[in-house]
Each structure stands twice: as structure tokens, then as C-alpha cells.
């Protein structure tokens, strides 16, 4: 099985060490210096490897961008800090360092990154999230006009909406006040009417009463009368007797009948008038309307 199938085949440091270890070149080398060498040049690759991954990826999710971003935060940290720690002081090796490698750490060389690499999931902490929020893409500017432009046209619109609703509250307080008025101005029609009505109940009082006593003349006078002439003997007199009873008969049920028709419109008005749900009830049917209207028809009188 070939290098290149295994996946490792562009790693430097494995061609450097499949090459001879007994040789004069890797004696007389550092350990340390070539693995940082190697691993850095191991390092140049993967990332280079991950470059052109990466401009050949469609589509990623947001998730892995972040977490790329993240990752190469990282990197630029630890080098940034290797950078101020090589400025400041230089490693010094310890003796334990120089001490005889295993027979097989002879052959195979220094342990390269590949080999204790592990595999980490993704991990979104707080401050990534928060820095993913500068990572997304800002608003164009033709896209904020279009935003500002709708904000103007709804504002407008709402200015009008409450402009007409400002209006319609505007009359229908009017109306309301007009109603209360003509109901006030009703309800005194109302009061004066009844004092109208009891005066004519008076009135009519008297004439039912004077009525009644020329009617007991009147009878006194056929029972006098029936005395000293007969009957028949004064056809004129007996005739104007009679239609005297008619006339008054006619009187007295017309004067009924229009007591008892003003006392039932009097009724349905005070019904309408005094009680205001009622009056809103009445309003809102067309019998309700229609004593309404037949009522202020009689009080406007």
C-alpha cells in the first residue's frame, strides 16, 4: 500500500525519516530543530491543503465558519505569543532532552504532530457566538434606502389612519352631544307636556261634570214636561231631546278616544326619553326607530 493512498504522503518529515537514520546528516542534526522544522513545514502544507479545500467548498454552515474562525484566532494567538517568548529568551535544553532514544525512536525519528493529533468537535462558547455576530454580512446600502423608504411610506400611512381616526372620533363626539341635547330638550318637552295633560284632565274633568249635570237638567226637564204635554203632542221638542243625547254621546266618546290616544303616546315617549338604554335598544330595530321618530314628531308639535 503506497504512501499517497494512506493520506500521508505529502508529510516531509516521514520521507525524511524513511530516509537512512543511521546517516551522518540525522546524527549530526538537533532532534529538536528538525522536528520544529518538520512540523512546521507539515503545518504549511495543511494549511495550504485547507486553503484550497476551503475555496473549493460550495457551501459550508455557519456553525463551521465560525469554528474555522475560531480555530485560526487560536493559531494566531500561539504565534503571536511563540514570536514574543523567542524576542525575550532562547530555550535552553535540558539534559533530560539529550538522552539515548528507544531502538525504534532510532529508525522511525522523532514523533511527528500526525501522530498525537486528536479530533475535536466544533465548540461555540459565548465570545465565539458573540464574534460570529461581526462575521455576518453588513446591510448594502441600496437595501438600507429600501428599508428606510418602506419605514417613511408605513409612517405616512399611519399618520393618515389616525388622522382620519382623530376625524371620525371628532363627529362622533359631535353626534353624541347632539343626541344628549335633543334627548335633555325632549325630556323638558316631556315635562311640559305632562303638565299640559294633567291641566286638560282637569279641564276635562269639569266638563265631564258639567256634562253629567245638564244631563240631570235635561232629564228633570222631560220628567216635568212629560207632566203637563204629552209626548206626542210636541214632536219638535222630543226630536231636539233626542239629538241633544246623540251630540253628547259623540262628544263623549271623542273626547275618550283622544285622552286615551295622547296618554299612550305620552307612555312610548317617556319610555324612549327617560330611560337611555332603552333608547339605545329602540334606535337599533325599526319598531324601536319608528316610535322614535313618531315620538319627536309629537314633541315637535
Partial sequence: MSLHHLGIAHFPVLHRQFTSPTSNTFREASPNEDLTQDSKDVLIERLNDLILRLSKANTLEDGAVTAI??????????????????????????PGNLAAPRGDDIFWGPPTPTQSMKLRLPHMSPNLRHDSL?????????K???????????????????????????????VHDLLLTRAERAAERIL???????????DFDANQSELKYLRIQLKAIEAQCSQYIPRNEDPELAQAIKNWKIDW???????????????????????????QPILDKAKKSAEGRKLYYMAVGLLSV
Fill in 144 to 174: 438600507a434606502a429600501e428599508v428606510a423608504k418602506a419605514a417613511e411610506d408605513l409612517a405616512s400611512k399611519l399618520a393618515i389612519t389616525v388622522a382620519e381616526l382623530q376625524t371620525r372620533k371628532e363627529e362622533s363626539d359631535q
Fill in 192 to 202: 311640559l307636556l305632562e303638565y299640559r295633560i294633567a291641566e286638560m284632565e282637569d
Fill in 69 to 94: 474562525h475560531s480555530q485560526v484566532d487560536k493559531i494566531e494567538r500561539l504565534i503571536r505569543g511563540g514570536e514574543r517568548s523567542q524576542d525575550g529568551q532562547t530555550p535552553q535544553q535540558s
Fill in 134 to 142: 461581526y462575521n455576518e454580512p453588513q446591510m448594502t446600502t441600496s
Fill in 249 to 275: 254621546e259623540d262628544i263623549d266618546r271623542r273626547s275618550k278616544a283622544r285622552r286615551k290616544k295622547c296618554l299612550v303616546s305620552l307612555t312610548h315617549a317617556r319610555r324612549l326619553y327617560m330611560r
